[in-house]
């Protein structure tokens, strides 16, 4: 089921701002569209939007081609799973699967069916005449999604449905509802603040903040062309270390004069424009590189050493004070308080207008 959003805007009664607003989206049959965001941006106010649970203010949402404003949540031929699991503690798991189809009058053969097949897939046909107090976190959310299954959905809507498992148990979960997903084909749209669970499942990432959308894309698209400096700083772990400075004579330049990079070739004429002006370069931690090589080099004083196993995570200062985190391999030797010399992988670099914070194309 293709999903389309047009201007779509949220405003509450008793407001004078919109919570969300201008929300131009197209979701595609059989996509994993993860609505990425930090606390408060309107991910959920969106996907409550989409469910029916709340009305639209303004602009137009459509399942396949047709007009959803005013269509009732129960005839929308949508599931949605939530964070809370929001099972019923007084029947077993097969009677809460089986709840929505029974409301529906399906037949005992077809529930029966739909629930152990679900069961099946999601490995829990062993506790299905268990109560939900008696089997663990991660089951449970099994048999949320396990309820949301056997309705055969055109669309799943899932609202940060492992933010209460614990990690080693997310991480998991992660790789099952890719599987399920990739199984069944289902059009899902799914919201969290977990970069990690976007970056890690999401055929589609939109992220939020303060109600407007900052980037569309793949995952791969978020990570290696930001669109602009809150995107560049919200997706990745450790962040995207930024440098601000200015251009001169073609090279950008810290104030300290310590740090002065050329751009490559492909850079060098967006960056023309900026002569003289303030810039703002980002660069990944693993993008920087040990040793000497030429006018890019720089030294950098180590403050604290992280060990990661494969990797060191060293968090270093620059002669003007700028804190850079800088990964290298796990057996390389560092210590707090030695100065060593990096430099550019000029081909990472990401520039940023220091104004407007989108970045120079």
């Known amino acids: ?30 996509e994993f569209c993860v609505i990425l965001g930090p606390s408060g941006c309107g991910k959920s106010t969106l996907l409550r939007m989409i ?19 005013k269509v009732e949540p129960k005839d929308r031929d949508i599931a949605m799973v939530f ?82 498992l614990d990690a080693k148990l997310r991480e998991h979960m992660r790789v099952e509802l890719v599987r399920l997903h990739q199984d069944l084909g289902t059009t899902t749209i799914y919201v969290t603040h977990d970069q990690t669970e976007a970056m890690t499942m999401a055929t589609k990432i939109v992220l939020l903040d303060q109600g407007k959308i900052q980037q569309v894309g793949a995952p791969e ?18 962040t995207m270390n930024i440098l601000r400075g200015t251009m001169k004579e073609g090279r950008f330049v810290i104030e300290s004069g310590t740090v002065s990079v050329r751009p490559e070739e492909a850079d060098r004429a967006a960056l023309q424009a900026y002569e003289n002006k303030p810039v703002i370069l980002g660069i990944r931690s693993e993008r920087f590189l040990s040793g000497e090589n030429g006018d890019n080099t720089f030294e950098a004083v180590i403050e604290v050493v992280e060990m990661l196993g494969k990797e060191k995570l060293l968090y270093a200062k ?36 220091a104004e407007t914070t989108q970045r120079i194309v």
């Open 221 to 238: 698209e978020f990570y290696n062309r930001p669109e602009n400096l809150f995107v560049a700083g919200f997706i990745g772990s450790p």
């Open 51 to 69: 469910a029916g649970l709340n009305s639209i203010t303004e602009g137009e949402l459509l399942f396949g081609g047709k007009l959803m404003n």
């Open 83 to 164: 964070q809370s699991y929001a099972l019923y503690p007084h029947m077993t798991v097969y009677q809460n699967m089986a709840f929505s189809l029974e409301m529906r009058k399906e037949s005992k053969k077809l529930i029966h069916e739909r629930v152990t097949e679900a069961a099946q897939t999601l490995q829990i046909t062993d506790y299905l005449y268990n109560k939900p107090s008696d089997i663990s976190g991660g089951q449970r959310q099994r048999v949320a999604l396990g309820r949301a299954m056997v309705r055969n959905p055109a669309v799943f809507l899932m609202d940060e449905p492992l933010s209460n």
């Open 318 to 353: 620059l002669a003007d004070g700028q804190q850079i985190i800088i990964s290298q391999p796990g057996h390389f030797v560092y210590n707090p308080g030695e100065v060593h010399n990096f430099h550019f992988d000029v081909e990472a670099l990401h520039y940023f207008d």
């Open 1 to 30: 089921m293709r999903v389309e959003l047009k201007n779509i805007g949220k405003k509450y009664e008793g407001r004078e701002a919109f919570t969300i607003r201008h929300i131009d989206l197209e979701i595609e049959s059989q």
